[in-house]
């Protein structure tokens, strides 16, 4: 019998929970299975090898222990004032006037999400990794998005050719170069800036031996160097410093900021839950300040609830992650799968199962909140539910190879989005409609009310265009 080539499952939820997470954790067995697809892709067309790419379980373990230094709370609460100073200037560019002549100008400048919120998460990486920002929102764009998703969509093309096996040696980066690949000369000249911001930030770690701890800059630079594997003692090489920062950058900008972008998108669609979030955020808070990484904004129910709704309904990898079958094949949702096949739970299809997720399409923070009113929901919000809901929610993966800077990517959406709520009255331009869906894009895209993405790996998309007006405070 013939080996499918790729297999994704009916039954996502179950899927994603033999393939993604632990197979069996009492035993503390994996599933037989190996990452292959867009990340395999990855490590034929670009140069070194990062922790999230590697294939080799015991070298990803080795490399994650090392990239968990940069995420652990302790470093989260040093590198809150970099985040904290990015989301001022991100607050202040929403805050910007319209020009003389125009109307409602009460209302600041129109915002494209899209743009803006990727803006300020490549903004908050560089000043994170390399102790400067890529000042995108001062020049309102950066030549490194653009490159990063070309490269995105140059290596998911490649990754499902049934010739690629035949196209990989010829996407090597030098043989491209010579051809005038223009994303390979972009790719070129970012590992040269990505080179040169590691060799400043050398320097600056440098004169931090002279410095007390508490005036030394500690952000992921510093972790990452100073990180080591306390049973091998292994440490990151300079060379791998390069690759490490130039993955948290792509890795880091596209979970969070399409999270903040599609989260805009259903708030101003959904007055009812707009106005139930800004009053939570306000009643909360007496002064925009206060909002800071902590119990306090942390245990605002309605929005977690909001920021997970936004990530369940348009998560930024909609798509599988890949894994192939390895000898002695694999059990999944009672069905035997022969070694070789490739498999894979989308996480799209997870996260709009019905079971899990009632009236699945709909915009519902207040599934995510235990004892939301029935009549708004539809259904008993139940402790069991709330559980069932996180169960199948797969938006940073799970697992061992589960996003390693999930809490780094919280810190960012939920000071942002609080701020903003207390910050200012939103508003839809009016007449824009970047984002929706409509039935001109095709079966599943028909959904107006419905965030779309192009999943390249990471996320494609557009809007929606905002105006921003600052809330009168008494």
Not at 332 to 359: K, L
Not at 397 to 406: E, L, Q, T, Y
Request: charged residues 25%; neutral net charge.
């Amino acid at each position: 019998m013939a080996v499918p080539s790729l297999l994704t499952s009916a039954s996502a939820v179950a899927a994603a929970a033999v393939l993604y997470v632990s197979a069996d954790a009492m035993a503390n067995r994996r599933a037989n299975v190996i990452k292959t697809g867009w990340t395999d892709a990855s490590m034929r067309v670009n140069v070194g090898v990062t922790t999230h790419v590697v294939a080799d379980r015991q070298l990803h373990a080795a490399r994650r222990k090392l990239l968990n230094h940069a995420f652990s709370e302790g470093a989260l609460k040093n590198l809150e004032k970099f985040v904290l100073a990015n989301i001022r200037e991100w607050c202040g560019y929403m805050a910007e006037p319209k020009e003389n002549g125009e109307k409602d100008l009460q209302w600041g400048k129109e915002r494209d999400m899209a743009q803006w919120s990727t803006n300020l998460a490549f903004d908050v990486l560089g000043d994170l990794c390399f102790g400067k920002s890529f000042n995108a929102m001062k020049q309102g764009s950066s030549y490194i998005q653009k490159l990063i998703m070309s490269s995105s969509v140059f290596q998911m093309t490649i990754a499902y050719l049934p010739i690629r096996e035949f196209i990989f040696p010829l996407t090597k980066p030098s043989i491209l170069f010579v051809l005038g690949n223009e994303t390979i000369k972009q790719k070129v000249k970012y590992r040269q800036d990505i080179g040169a911001m590691v060799q400043d930030r050398f320097a600056v770690e440098n004169s931090n031996s002279g410095k007390s701890d508490h005036d030394q800059r500690k952000d992921f630079f510093h972790y990452l160097l100073h990180a080591k594997n306390p049973e091998t003692g292994e440490t990151f090489k300079p060379i791998d410093l390069v690759g490490e920062a130039a993955l948290l950058v792509a890795a880091g900008a596209d979970t969070s900021s399409t999270a903040m972008s599609a989260c805009f998108f259903y708030l101003v669609r959904n007055p009812r839950v707009l106005r139930k979030l800004q009053g939570e955020v306000r009643a909360t808070f007496d002064d925009v300040e206060e909002i800071k990484w902590g119990a306090k904004l942390t245990g605002l129910p309605y929005l977690r609830g909001c920021i997970d709704e936004a990530l369940r309904m348009s998560p930024p990898v909609p798509g599988l992650l890949d894994r192939r079958v390895l000898p002695g094949g694999m059990l999944i949702d009672g069905h035997n799968i022969p070694a070789g096949t490739v498999v894979g739970a989308p996480t799209y299809t997870v996260q709009h199962n019905e079971q899990y997720y009632p009236r699945p399409f709909e915009f519902l923070p207040e599934r995510w909140v235990e004892g939301s009113e029935p009549s708004v929901t539809g259904f008993e919000v139940t402790p069991e539910r709330v559980s069932m809901a996180k169960s199948a929610f797969h938006a940073f993966s799970s697992g061992p190879r589960n996003c390693v800077g999930k809490n780094m990517a919280y810190m960012e959406m939920l000071i942002t989005m609080a701020r903003t709520m207390w910050l200012f009255d939103i508003r839809l331009k009016e007449g824009d409609r970047s984002g929706e869906g409509g039935p001109e894009l095709g079966p599943g895209r028909e959904r107006a009310g419905e965030y779309q993405l192009t999943d390249w790996f990471i996320s494609e998309r557009h809007g929606p265009v905002l105006e921003f007006k600052k809330r009168e405070v008494f």
